[in-house]
């Protein structure tokens, strides 16, 4: 499995390939401490209530760092101030921005960002031992995606497999649907709903991330925010 490369962040040469590229930004948790401040200062009062209602601070730490990060880009972008961006949502509650696509994804203290000219969904786990994955491969792996699971990589395939169902029903904007079964991850394209969808996987440190888009361009740029 390929490798993710992320590049040092820098902002003009981001949003100068926002029109072409899908660009997927990385964040670790350790940046919430240097940013504290500045994250409290332009995200919304909505958001800083929601994060007061988790229960374990590393959980609000990511959630204010991914939503402060979206808004720090989104304002770049557009001229406006972070905190008086407004997000809007589809019928399905997923969230964007003027016609932005853009899909948001954390595990452990990870965070993923992706951004495309085309709708766009990423979701990245990190690899745990002490998790029961039966239930799971029961429940939503077709017969074919099972087979993929008799190797020594037996976790790797089942995390590859999972974070490219729900990549790809974030990017077609349905969310979890009741039969996983169906949710295509084999192939490098598959079609959902009529479209046509590029799947790709990626490892990164302990973490298995994956991206759907109709984006013709496999080609994805990886930046590290900073």
Same mark, same amino acid.
């Given at each position: 499995?390929?490798?993710?490369?992320?590049?040092?962040?820098?902002?003009?040469?981001?949003?100068?390939?926002?029109?072409?590229?899908?660009? $997927?930004?990385?964040?670790?948790? +350790?940046?919430?401490?240097? =940013?504290?401040?500045?994250?409290? !200062?332009?995200? /919304?009062? &909505? @958001?800083?209530?929601?994060?007061?209602?988790?229960?374990?601070?590393?959980?609000?730490?990511?959630?204010?760092?991914?939503?402060?990060?979206?808004?720090?880009?989104?304002?770049?972008?557009?001229?406006?101030?972070?905190?008086?961006?407004?997000?809007?949502?589809?019928?399905?509650?997923?969230?964007?921005?003027?016609?932005?696509?853009?899909?948001?994804?954390?595990?452990?203290?990870?965070?993923?960002?992706?951004?495309?000219?085309?709708?766009?969904? $990423?979701?990245?786990?990190?690899? +745990?031992?002490?998790?029961? =994955?039966?239930?799971?491969?029961? !429940?939503?792996? /077709?017969? &074919? @995606?099972?087979?993929?699971?008799?190797?020594?990589?037996?976790?790797?395939?089942?995390?590859?497999?999972?974070?490219?169902?729900?990549?790809?029903?974030?990017?077609?904007?349905?969310?979890?649907?009741?039969?996983?079964?169906?949710?295509?991850?084999?192939?490098?394209?598959?079609?959902?709903?009529?479209?046509?969808?590029?799947?790709?996987?990626?490892?990164?440190?302990?973490?298995?991330?994956?991206?759907?888009?109709?984006?013709?361009?496999?080609?994805?740029?990886?930046?590290?925010?900073?």
């Amino acid at each position: 499995m390929e490798s993710f490369s992320f590049r040092e962040w820098d902002t003009e040469a981001f949003l100068g390939l926002q029109k072409i590229k899908t660009q $997927i930004v990385f964040i670790h948790r +350790n940046r919430y401490l240097t =940013l504290e401040e500045a994250i409290l !200062a332009n995200v /919304s009062l &909505e @958001e800083t209530a929601r994060a007061n209602r988790f229960f374990h601070s590393k959980d609000r730490e990511i959630y204010m760092l991914g939503k402060y990060v979206l808004r720090k880009i989104l304002a770049e972008q557009t001229g406006l101030a972070p905190q008086k961006i407004i997000f809007s949502k589809t019928h399905t509650h997923k969230p964007f921005f003027e016609g932005q696509a853009f899909n948001l994804s954390h595990s452990g203290d990870h965070i993923y960002l992706a951004f495309s000219p085309f709708p766009i969904g $990423i979701d990245a786990e990190k690899s +745990n031992l002490d998790f029961d =994955l039966q239930p799971v491969v029961d !429940a939503c792996f /077709s017969e &074919e @995606e099972f087979a993929m699971l008799s190797t020594k990589d037996y976790r790797r395939n089942f995390y590859r497999i999972w974070t490219r169902k729900e990549a790809l029903l974030k990017a077609t904007g349905e969310g979890l649907c009741d039969d996983m079964k169906q949710v295509p991850t084999i192939n490098s394209h598959v079609y959902r709903n009529g479209q046509l969808y590029f799947l790709a996987t990626r490892r990164h440190e302990d973490y298995i991330v994956s991206y759907a888009t109709p984006h013709a361009d496999p080609e994805v740029i990886g930046w590290e925010f900073a």
